[in-house]
Structure formats: structure tokens, C-alpha cells
């Protein structure tokens, strides 16, 4: 359950060759804001923002974090922003076995080992596992080492015809919600890792899931009214349904903490939690 870094920091953003303008009005045309109402929002004139786009004027550091945050530009996106108007970057990108990230490190630790013996993983946004507990490596019995290897990452272990994919009865409904999260990071984060790593899952052949067996769960689905598309996966000879919840933190002022986020699965059907629950007893 120990956090690991799952590799070198990325290298930070480098700054545009044409400067500030290209950067601005892309993340203004990707959130459909347009240079009147961003002015407004960021207490300026909506001249003021067309001549940082044309690249007639240099705004200030403080007004590229206004502006910064009112588009709701990521971490690592505003600094480049800062770099590509002659500044330097605010936000430092601190490896996750930093002795400064001790803090940071227990207390996540705490909190997933804390909702146990439900499932509960951190992931970076790469989707590669920083850290998870008991409950999620109850999930991953018999799925073949290779698969397993660090960096662990989530989406190919889900996905991958070898691993969760075929346990999972849902699948091409589970399968099209976290391709579409995917989607929503691909486009917030504008990652060609991120890019390379929605290809490669998007690719993999979809297995049928496996077949019913009686007496092991609520069957049909109909018999529980779920609230939320739930991930019903296949656990020695039982089917376990799950809802999904995604946490990160507010106000990150450090790209690593940014791109973080925690992910726990809440039993969504008493049956589920009645088998977690079993297992504590001694």
C-alpha cells in the first residue's frame, strides 16, 4: 500500500515560440469563452485580451494566473502559459518520494487503508497506481503477472483482454464510461501520453464477459435500483457491483498534488457489502 513514484517528472512545459497569444486563445476557444466575457471575468477589457492574443501586448505574471484561472487551465498548463509570456514557472513538480511529500504521502495512505475492506486506489494522470489497498488487490486475483508490472496503470488492467475486462459483466457499458473519461482528461490536459495510452485501450479487442452463475448476486440487474452506472465484476464465483467516486485536491499549488486523484468504489448493492464485510471476520 506504499506510494511509489511511477517514474521521472515530466519536463517542464516549454515556452511557445510565438509567445503567450496562441496558448490564450486556444484554452479560450476550448472552454467557448469569448474575449468579452473573459475580459469580465477577469476584471479586464476585452481589448486588453485581444492584444495578448495578437501578441501586441505582455501581460503580467498576475494577470496570466487571472486569466489562468478563469478558463480553469491545469497545473502544468499555466506554467506554460507563464513561460511562453517571458515568465518564470509558478507551480514546481515535486516527485512523490520527496521527503517534503511525507505528509502528503500518510495521509493518503491513511485514507484508502481506512475504507477498506472496500476498494480504494490513487492514480496520477496518467492513470498509472501510485497506491491502493486491500480491497483493490482483492479485485486483481488471478490476473497474470505482466499485466501487474510497475507502473501499474489502471486503464490497461481494466481494459486489457487478460485482465479485469472479461470479470467484468457491464463491459461495454463500464468500458464506454472510462473511455469517456479519457476523453474529458485527453482534452483538459492535452497529454500525447495520455493520447498514446486512450489508443492503445480503445484498441483492445472487447471479450465477452462471463456467463451467470446462479445464486451468486442479484440477478437480474433490475433487482437493484442503482443511482449510478455501477462496475459489476465477477469475484470467486459471485458478482460484486460497485459505484465509482473520484477526489482530487482543492487548490493544488504543486503539479504532482494536481494531478493526482483518489479513486473509491462504494458497494452498491447489499450483497457486495455483505461478502466485503465477511471477509474482516476473523
Known amino acids: 500500500m506504499t506510494i511509489v513514484a511511477t517514474g521521472a517528472p515530466a519536463s517542464p512545459p516549454a515556452p511557445s515560440d510565438s509567445g503567450i497569444g496562441p496558448l490564450l486563445r486556444g484554452w479560450r476557444e476550448r472552454r467557448r469563452v469569448s474575449q468579452l466575457e473573459l475580459a469580465l471575468r477577469a476584471g479586464s477589457s476585452a481589448r486588453h485580451i485581444s492584444f495578448i492574443e495578437t501578441g501586441r501586448s505582455r501581460p503580467s505574471e498576475e494577470m496570466v494566473l487571472r486569466l489562468a484561472e478563469q478558463l480553469d ?23 512523490l518520494d520527496d521527503p517534503s511529500m511525507d505528509a502528503l504521502r500518510g495521509g493518503v495512505e491513511r485514507l484508502i487503508r481506512g475504507y477498506e475492506p472496500y476498494p480504494a486506489l490513487v492514480v496520477d494522470a496518467r492513470y498509472d497506481v501510485v497506491a491502493a489497498n486491500r480491497g483493490i488487490a482483492l479485485l486483481l486475483d488471478g490476473v497474470p503477472e505482466r499485466l501487474l508490472a510497475s507502473p501499474l496503470n489502471a486503464m490497461r488492467l ?29 482534452a483538459l490536459h492535452r497529454s500525447p ?16 464477459p462471463a456467463g451467470p452463475e ?3 448476486g442479484p440477478e437480474p440487474d433490475e433487482a437493484v435500483p442503482y443511482f449510478a452506472l455501477p462496475m459489476r465484476i465477477e469475484h470467486d464465483g459471485r458478482v460484486l457491483s460497485f459505484i465509482s467516486s473520484i477526489s482530487t485536491f482543492n487548490t493544488p499549488m504543486d503539479v504532482t498534488v494536481a494531478e ?3 479513486e473509491t468504489f462504494l458497494p452498491a448493492d447489499p450483497a457486495t457489502v455483505t461478502y466485503l464485510r465477511s471477509l474482516e471476520s476473523p
Open 73 to 95: 487551465v491545469p497545473v502544468r498548463e499555466r506554467n506554460a502559459l507563464l513561460l511562453a509570456a517571458g515568465h518564470a514557472p509558478r507551480y514546481p513538480e515535486t516527485p
Open 158 to 186: 481494466t481494459l486489457h483482454p487478460e485482465g479485469l475486462a472479461p470479470r467484468i459483466r457491464n463491459l461495454r457499458e463500464w468500458r464506454g464510461h472510462l473511455l469517456a473519461q479519457m476523453e474529458r482528461q485527453i
Open 193 to 208: 501520453a495520455l493520447r498514446a495510452l486512450y489508443e492503445e485501450v480503445a484498441g483492445y479487442p472487447v471479450p465477452d
Open 214 to 216: 446462479p445464486g451468486t
Open 260 to 262: 493526482l486523484a483518489i
